[in-house]
């Protein structure tokens, strides 16, 4: 049976975004399943030709979601069916948000819903690391304050596993609904992307 100390260290390390990630949907209640689809899908194509329009590369832009379904309607009403398209617009240009939201808009009116925006970072490597050395450094002073405590000296690393976890910072779902006129002048605000890495580590006594 193995002897020692197992410890957690966690380090946690803020950087600021450099992408954001915008969620829009586009959707059609029809008498038909046919008609539903046919609408968004126009709808949808309005949308990418808008973002494109702005300078939306092919690359940057993806469906995340397409849904049809029949809705409930009260016993005796005709049948109707709804469909939705949602893609996702990732962009470099965080403070460009406001034009391709309007361009959108321009495009499909009060069709047009905000599932939501994200905001992170393309590359965490540096924050990785500095979170990486921050929690060895935690989980080393725990060990040897437990093992001064038991009164060992502390030895060689046993073993090491990691999780890493990303914390984009995200916004709140909104639906343009009819008669509610987007604000061109919104601001929105990146904040801090957050990278939290927690290391499991076992020492042995010396």
């Not at 954001?20 to 609408?39: C, F, H, I, N």
């Not at 361009?103 to 905000?114: H, K, T």
């Not at 599932?115 to 393309?122: A, V, W």
């Not at 061109?184 to 042995?204: K, N, R, W």
Request: cysteine-free; hydrophobic content about 45%.
């Amino acid at each position: 049976m193995e002897t020692g100390v197992k410890v957690v260290g966690a380090g946690q390390v803020g950087g600021v975004p450099d992408v954001v990630r915008v969620s829009l949907g586009v959707e059609q209640v029809a008498p038909d399943v046919a008609a539903a689809v046919a609408r968004v899908g126009q709808q949808t194509d309005a949308v990418m030709a808008a973002l494109r329009a702005q300078g939306v590369q092919e690359a940057q832009l993806g469906t995340s979601a397409v849904n049809v379904f029949q809705e409930y309607r009260e016993p005796g009403s005709e049948a109707a069916y709804r469909a939705s398209h949602t893609i996702v617009v990732e962009s470099r240009d965080l403070a460009g948000f406001g034009r391709l939201l309007n361009a959108a808009v321009d495009a499909v009116g009060n069709s047009l819903a905000l599932h939501g925006l994200q905001f992170d970072i393309e590359d965490k490597t540096d924050l990785l690391i500095q979170a990486r050395e921050l929690a060895f450094r935690q989980a080393r002073t725990k060990a040897e304050h437990l093992a001064a405590l038991a009164g060992y000296s502390l030895g060689s690393v046993r073993s090491i596993a990691e999780t890493q976890g990303h914390f984009p910072i995200r916004a709140e779902a909104v639906s343009l609904g009819k008669g509610v006129a987007y604000d061109s002048g919104i601001d929105i605000t990146p904040g801090e992307h957050t990278v939290d890495v927690s290391l499991e580590v076992q020492f042995a006594w010396a």
